[in-house]
C-alpha cells in the first residue's frame, strides 16, 4: 500500500516524458527528411547526416537503469532500517504516516541521487570518448 501512490506518480511521468519526447523525435525527423529533400546529392546527403551524430540517442540506457534501481534499492533498505531503528509500527496512525513519508523521501533521495551518479558518469565517458 505504501508503495502504490509512488508507483501511479512515476508511471504517469513516464508516460508523459514519452509522449513529448515521441513528439520531438517526430518534429526532427520531419526536419531532417526536409533537409534532405532539398538536397538530393549523395554527397550532401552523407554530409548532414554526419552533422546530425549530436541527436542520437546515447548507449547509456543501461547505465541509467542500472544506476536507478540500484539507488532506489539503497533508498528502500535506509528507510526499512531509519524505521526499525525508531520503532515505529502500522498500528499508530501517526507512526504510519511517518513511515509513508520516510520511504518515500528515502526511496526520491537515492534515485535522484542516483541518476546524477549516472549523467556523471556518462559526461566523463563520453569526454574520454571524444579525446
Known amino acids: 500500500m505504501g508503495l502504490t501512490p509512488v508507483l501511479v506518480v512515476g508511471i504517469i511521468f513516464l508516460s508523459i516524458y514519452k509522449i513529448f519526447e515521441l513528439f520531438v523525435r517526430r518534429q526532427e525527423r520531419i526536419a531532417l527528411i526536409e533537409k534532405l529533400s532539398e538536397n538530393m546529392d549523395l554527397s550532401n546527403i552523407q554530409k548532414q547526416l554526419s552533422g546530425m551524430n549530436h541527436l542520437r540517442i546515447s548507449g547509456f540506457g543501461s547505465l541509467k537503469s542500472g544506476c536507478l534501481l540500484i539507488g532506489l534499492g539503497l533508498g528502500m533498505l535506509v528507510a526499512y532500517i531509519v524505521v526499525t531503528k525508531e520503532g515505529l509500527s502500522h498500528s499508530n496512525w501517526g507512526d ?36
Open 96 to 131: 504510519s504516516s511517518a513511515i509513508g513519508i520516510i520511504y518515500a523521501s528515502c526511496i526520491l533521495l537515492f534515485g535522484g541521487a542516483s541518476l546524477l551518479i549516472a549523467f556523471i558518469i556518462e559526461m566523463k565517458l563520453s569526454k574520454k570518448k571524444e579525446d
